[in-house]
């Protein structure tokens, strides 16, 4: 049997009803509740049944030519997999380091994971543009950015 | 409605709005000229710009990234090859070939002159039926708005593409389940919060649209490594003339035309959108030629390129229609803006028009500067535009992540938003691996809590029974349309694969005689 990306799709989401049903029947609700016509847990129910049904249908249904198969040859997971890492990075150093610095940390990271190596680029790309960003929020837009715990912890400001 | 519309007309032409509407058209040139990036994902990246504005400048602001995306879009299809955008698919199979011939500057004229009717005859449409059916919407009751939430959300079904009916229907389920996270309004109980405080208000709008569309449009392109091919390479001078004959204006004239109606029209319908539209009026100019034009389709034709760029453009403008008057988003697109316009605390629908006519009216009268803003300012600008599709995309794509990223940092202030796109961004990249539409998640999504509202009402109210679903005429109505949405194209999916399971049975049956024989 051909597995084709149709049944992949139908099998994942239907494994992702038959959870979110479960946890639809974890909903507590006040007591009395459940005599109501419409309660908390109503609509999750119903959408687990329904997205039960589709991924069944859709396995019924599944295209079984080899032209559907999921290929991942040619894909560079590996640079998203670095970049999504530099994305959570930054989520992290926007706490410790504040905006501007890891705004310029994250661009020119992200930079040179594309294949850019130039010192003068990355330089010139990342950190005049993390200043000028930085500026127009705080100083023209008057948003208040956060300077980081670090600068907090050890210099004061 | 002639005070609304000078209420309208005075918020417009104020010059910050008009400002706003230049802006948004620059800007959605630019995005939508990136191939990958369409109207949804520019729309997604002016958002946060936007909530420090007041409404009407805000969707003002939108307004025109949307008509700047989907002409930047043309121009990406007509210089590169690259088109911006599903809707200028279609602009690229006579586009690009006159290119060729060394007339690009008479294709993007073409191009911006046919949007700008196509935009011009479906702003005039609009500015009489919204108001209209605005009039008539305000009889609905929360039976006929669950109803119309169900029509919209099966609709995008029915337009999807071959083949992917059921993973509509499965990304609609999905985007539905995901609006379910959070306190539920109505009882104020946490459901999927799994105890984490960040959950309590449920996933942002903004997370979502920016995860799903721009997050992941990029990720898709570094996964094809297609930041790695080199930048277009563009010769400005080659453009041409940018003049059209008067023979090749009369004979460009009704084709606008025809698609510019056509095209509005399907744009009204929930779910078709601008890229159906092209598509159809493609098809329609192409059936209506003569056979020495139709030969020409596919090699340059004017025809072919005047159709599809007029008509998606006034299916731009249809798909307003539902979202200003009934609350239902005819597109992905609409459906970025109905969510940013719940953001600013207005609910569109019927009482839109009644409560907030400078929303309403601005917001149509706008498109129309809009139009205007792209043949004057952007036409004769494009050469110059064009030549940022020549930044190196190692640069661009962090760019882009950052600006997707701090977008929806700058509204929330929680690193853990950010962690969240990520998530989000690795599964919707899972699932357009598998082919998996977003748009009707984002729909689904957008529209489930208004769903859930009418269905509470409508079901408290008639004590339990769905007998509310056949009891009134206009709510048996729009099931009944929601029903012919959702199986019409079943029925089709299934007639095609007993035609091929008939196909394939006649190519094996010699087979089968000869493993017989063995």
Redo the contacts between chains.
């Keep these: 049997m051909t597995v084709t990306?149709?049944h992949?799709?139908g099998l994942?989401?239907l494994c992702?009803?038959v959870v979110?049903g479960y946890?639809?029947n974890q909903?507590?609700?006040?007591p009395g509740?459940e005599y109501?016509?419409?309660?908390?847990k109503?609509?999750?129910l119903s959408?687990a049944i329904?997205?039960i049904l589709?991924?069944v249908?859709?396995l019924v249904?599944a295209?079984k030519s080899s032209k559907d198969r999921?290929s991942?040859t040619?894909?560079?997971?590996v640079?998203?997999a670095k970049?999504?890492v530099l994305?959570?990075l930054?989520?992290?150093s926007?706490?410790w380091l504040g905006f501007m610095v890891s705004?310029a940390l994250?661009?020119s990271?992200?930079?040179w994971l594309?294949?850019?190596r130039r010192p003068k680029?990355l330089f010139l790309?990342s950190v005049p543009?993390a200043v000028g960003f930085w500026f127009v929020?705080t100083q023209l837009?008057e948003?208040y950015l956060a300077p980081g715990r670090f600068f907090m912890t050890f210099i004061g400001s | 409605m002639f005070d609304g519309m000078m209420s309208g007309l005075t918020t417009a032409v104020m010059p910050f709005n008009l400002m706003m509407v230049i802006i948004g058209c620059f800007a959605g040139t630019f995005i939508g000229m990136l191939p990958g990036l369409g109207p949804i994902s520019a729309i997604a990246l002016m958002i946060p710009i936007t909530y420090g504005l007041d409404p009407s400048s805000g969707i003002i602001l939108m307004a025109g990234v949307y008509y700047g995306a989907i002409f930047g879009g043309s121009t990406s299809s007509i210089l590169i090859n690259a088109p911006g955008c599903a809707s200028t698919v279609v602009t690229a199979f006579d586009g690009y070939p006159l290119a060729q011939k060394k007339q690009a500057g008479k294709a993007l004229a073409l191009a911006a002159y046919s949007s700008f009717t196509g935009g011009t005859i479906g702003a005039l449409v609009l500015l009489f039926a919204a108001p209209a059916l605005a009039k008539v919407s305000l009889s609905f009751q929360s039976s006929d708005y669950f109803a119309l939430m169900v029509l919209g959300l099966t609709a995008v079904a029915a337009f999807s593409g071959k083949g992917q009916v059921l993973k509509a229907l499965m990304m609609t389920v999905f985007g539905l389940m995901i609006a379910t996270v959070g306190i539920d309004v109505m009882s104020g109980i946490p459901r999927y919060t799994f105890d984490n405080v960040n959950l309590i208000d449920g996933i942002s709008f903004l997370l979502l649209a920016m995860a799903t569309f721009a997050l992941t449009e990029v990720v898709m392109t570094v996964l094809r490594g297609e930041h790695k091919q080199k930048e277009p390479q563009m010769d400005m001078d080659s453009l041409g003339s940018m003049k059209l004959s008067k023979e090749e204006v009369k004979h460009v004239a009704p084709t606008i035309g025809r698609s510019s109606f056509f095209g509005f029209l399907v744009g009204v319908l929930p779910g078709a959108g601008a890229t159906i539209a092209s598509f159809l009026s493609y098809g329609m100019e192409r059936n209506l030629a003569s056979k020495d034009e139709k030969a020409k389709f596919g090699k340059g034709a004017l025809r072919g390129l005047a159709a599809p760029e007029s008509a998606n453009n006034a299916a731009s403008t249809g798909s307003f229609v539902p979202l200003l008057t009934l609350g239902i988003p005819g597109s992905g697109t609409t459906a970025i803006m109905l969510g940013a316009l719940i953001a600013y605390g207005i609910q569109p629908g019927p009482r839109l028009f009644v409560d907030h006519p400078d929303v309403f009216w601005s917001v149509i009268i706008s498109m129309y500067f809009g139009n205007i803003v792209l043949l004057i300012l952007n036409l004769p600008l494009i050469p110059y535009i064009s030549r940022l599709l020549v930044i190196p995309r190692p640069i661009l794509i962090p760019l882009i992540l950052f600006f997707s990223i701090t977008g929806v940092y700058l509204v929330s202030f929680n690193t853990f938003d950010i962690q969240m796109m990520v998530i989000i961004t690795v599964i919707a990249t899972f699932l357009k691996l598998l082919n998996f539409p977003m748009a009707p998640m984002l729909l689904g999504f957008i529209l489930g809590d208004i769903l859930e509202k009418n269905l509470s009402r409508s079901l408290t109210l008639s004590d339990g029974s769905f007998a509310f679903l056949w009891e009134r005429p206009l709510t048996l109505t729009i099931m009944i349309f929601a029903v012919l949405a959702l199986m019409l194209p079943m029925f089709t999916m299934l007639k095609e694969k007993r035609q091929q399971a008939k196909a394939a049975c006649a190519t094996e049956e010699p087979q089968d005689d000869l493993d017989v024989s063995k």
């Design positions: 990306k149709d992949i799709g994942v989401f992702f009803s979110y946890y639809a909903i507590t609700l006040f509740d109501e016509p419409f309660h908390a109503y609509l999750p959408l329904l997205g589709f991924s249908c859709q249904t295209s999921l991942l040619g894909y560079d997971f640079l998203v970049l999504l994305m959570v930054f989520a992290i926007l706490e705004t994250f661009l990271g992200g930079y594309l294949g850019e680029i790309a543009f929020l837009l948003i």
